[in-house]
């Protein structure tokens, strides 16, 4: 350990493998976000799927339903209700 940063040697301990520096804060959480996708375009993606299957109105009517019932898994609500449309139009 050099000035507080843990280092790690390899098989033979003569070469370095990593360094790592310590944070001083206690209980931080250091998360990148730039890499998740955004859920509001898989959500119109889904939503135009469901106005294309059942009509503009009555997808309206099922989108708000869900939102209102589900808020937190209305994406996967909204995938369910596409699957079993098309499931019952086969």
Do not use: C, F
């Amino acid at each position: 350990m050099l000035r507080g940063i843990p280092d790690y040697h390899g098989p033979g301990k003569d070469k370095e493998i990593a360094r790592h520096p310590l944070t001083t804060g206690h209980g931080n959480i250091s998360k990148n976000n730039h890499h998740y996708r955004d859920p509001a375009q898989r959500i119109e993606q889904l939503e135009q799927a469901l106005r294309a299957l059942v009509g503009q109105a009555q997808a309206d009517t099922l989108a708000a339903l869900l939102k209102q019932s589900e808020p937190k898994i209305y994406k996967d609500q909204l995938a369910g209700v596409i699957q079993e449309i098309k499931n019952i139009n086969r």
